[in-house]
């Protein structure tokens, strides 16, 4: 019997993940810490405290406006949805269902199967081959400007992912104002780490969104919670994509709770900094390994054979991602920077600690 799904599904991959156990597990750029425990207790006593039987939110408002007043945004402008991938895929069906997205390649592996599953037509623009955004190209793909949308959603990453490479703020801006009829989403799930963001960019702009997630350095990636920084007019229509009371309590408490502590995040964002220098720094004596500079809690390596340096870490207890089907990729592995502890074992590992 044939199954009454569309072709476009059916015709898809599934998520390209498989789980494995490691001791040391660098594979997902996650927090190295879990939340603190002193937060989990508080948000926990909130919890027993409120009604379990009501309805939260109908669109997470109390969540939102706390989120904004961290952010420094709009609450009318902050849509909150349970993960950021979530969203990737509404903001598709907001302006791109069977209309084009345009994105780069590599890159993260969501935007491309959400277009696919979702009928628009996808074009993916190479990096160049120092890991740097070709606005020209990403110009060039849009096609001839005509006037107003929508024409679709271009997503790009920033920090990138999986090179850990960031875009000049002012190749962005050029890019906004040359695509007017366009949704420019950027995605900003590694921000923490970067010199800088695009807020300011996307307050001047209304077709510009940005993506954020309590996923890498909120260190609640087991939470899922993600949330839009957009103009009030388009947070408006895309509210109507989320489902009702979507979020839950839980997830409202204790992001509620996360963001009246921030110091732990500052702090952790600093070791992961550091780590991250030291282990660059380290792996730049390899011998026939190449790092990518990053701008996010990961490095990008390239070596002679991804699958054998895949193999040998986790021999060693050491789990990172192999990255090497991505276009241009050949022989690149990707680690999540770690604790001191879990870098250390990382760079043992590759022979690079005694
Ligand atoms: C670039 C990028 N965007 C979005 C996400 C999804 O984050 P979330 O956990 O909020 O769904 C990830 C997760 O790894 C990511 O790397």
Redesign the pocket.
Known sequence: MTLPIRPAVLSSPDYPFNPVDAPVKLD??ESFADFPDALKAMALERLRHLPWHRYTDLNAEALSEAIAAHDRWTAEGTVVTT????L?SLLIQLCALGGRVVTVTPN?A?YALDAKLLGASLTEVPLRSDASLDIDAVLAALGPASGDGPHGVIYV?RPH?PTGSLCALDELVRLAQACPGWLLVI?E??HHFAADDARELARRHDHVVL?R????AWGL?GL???YALASEAVARQLRKLVPPFGVSLMQTVCAQVALEHPGYVQQRVAVTLRERERMAQALAAHPSWRVLPSQANFLLIRTPDAAAAHAALLAQGVLVRRQDSLHGLQGCIRVTVGTADENSAFLRAAGLLA
């Open positions: 997902q750029n993960g950021s991938n979530v990737i993260f969501l990453p992912a995605d799930a590694y993506l997630t309590f996923s890498k990636a899922r919670l993600g």
